[in-house]
């Protein structure tokens, strides 16, 4: 049962003209392809979430995808609604925002996407916007601004989970010095695995650890290794970021936040019916049943639970 962090079908369906009930040979995510995978429920992004348009333009595609009975999904709003998904089998969607350059200053959009189910946002897709710097600016004194601190304090107190993936350095430890409650990388690997600028330095996976919450790994080519081509990265590489973070802070803190129809994977988990691959092999190389949940599914319903 395979709770997954972060993916992008939402803008792949829109790129590439497909059905998300019927199995494509492109992209990486559809209907029946999530069922194989046995994911239970996932993180569906709107991407770009740059401007008003932008999310305007997600939200009405969102909710033609989780409204279209073919399509077997339900929009979760709450913890109960993923039980709901198993009794039913359909599959759990939850709705976030890759950035937060789409909301107003005084908020009031972000209280209006929360009551349509907006439950998890990223603060930055790598750029600067009002709020927040992300990573890809090469920005390092700036941070979150005055108006980024506001923005997570409301983000708690309604329950929606802050996602720290595409943050830079500054950004990031501004979040730990304002955020109460357990915040996420969605979807970041290890940067002394891999030494790509979107993955997490150790101090700062020792402190989302500290902070009781989770880190998405993430199965892009680039993040998992700066070194091996596409085609040489097997799935001892995903391992080995695991393997870090729960060195540094322990199996509570690592989930999998795939970023699926957003990037470039390896062929060896090639789509997202491939899940059960990966599982396979961390079950065979020392992790155990009770490990396995929690990577998959447990750490993800913990901060749900103490973010909603
Ligand atoms: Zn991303």
């Given amino acids: 049962m395979i709770i997954d962090g972060h993916t992008d079908v939402l803008y792949a369906l829109f790129r590439q003209q497909r059905e998300f009930h019927v199995e494509s040979p492109h992209g990486h995510v559809d209907l029946p392809r999530l069922r194989k995978g046995g994911v239970i429920a996932a993180f569906f992004a709107i991407f770009p979430a740059w401007s008003d348009y932008d999310i305007a333009r997600g939200v009405d595609a969102w909710f033609n995808l989780v ?16 039980e709901k998904c198993k009794n039913e089998e359909k599959v759990g969607a939850i709705l976030h925002f890759e950035g937060s350059g789409g909301i107003d200053e005084d908020l009031y959009k972000l209280r209006s ?11 930055s897709w790598s750029n600067l916007n009002k709020f927040a710097t992300g990573v890809a600016t090469g920005e390092k ?3 979150l601004t005055y108006l980024g601190k506001k923005l997570v304090i409301e983000m708690e107190r309604l329950g929606i989970i802050v996602d720290v993936s595409h943050l830079n350095e500054r950004s990031f430890w501004d979040v730990v010095e304002v955020a109460n409650k357990p915040f996420i990388a969605s ?11 979107r993955n997490l330095k150790d101090d700062q996976i020792l402190a989302i650890g500290e902070a009781n919450g989770t880190i998405g790994i993430n199965f892009c080519d680039l993040f998992l290794s700066t070194k091996l081509k596409n085609e040489d990265i097997g799935l001892d590489t995903i391992k080995n970021h695991i393997d870090k973070i729960v060195e540094l802070v322990g199996i509570n803190h690592v ?19 491939y899940y059960p691959e990966l599982i396979t092999y961390l079950e065979e190389n020392g992790y155990n049943k009770q490990e396995l949940e929690k990577i998959t599914h447990r750490n993800f319903l913990r901060i749900m639970k103490e973010c909603w």
């Fill in 67 to 82: 409204e279209n009975p073919n399509n077997s999904l339900v929009h979760i709003k709450k913890v109960e609604d993923i």
């Fill in 113 to 123: 996407y929360h009551r349509l189910g907006l439950r998890s946002m990223g603060l």
């Fill in 187 to 197: 979807h970041s690997n290890s940067f002394s695995v891999s030494n790509h600028e």
């Fill in 141 to 143: 004194e700036r941070g």
């Fill in 255 to 273: 989930s999998l936040g795939s970023d699926y129809d957003g990037a470039s994977v390896p062929k060896v988990v090639k789509d997202i019916s």
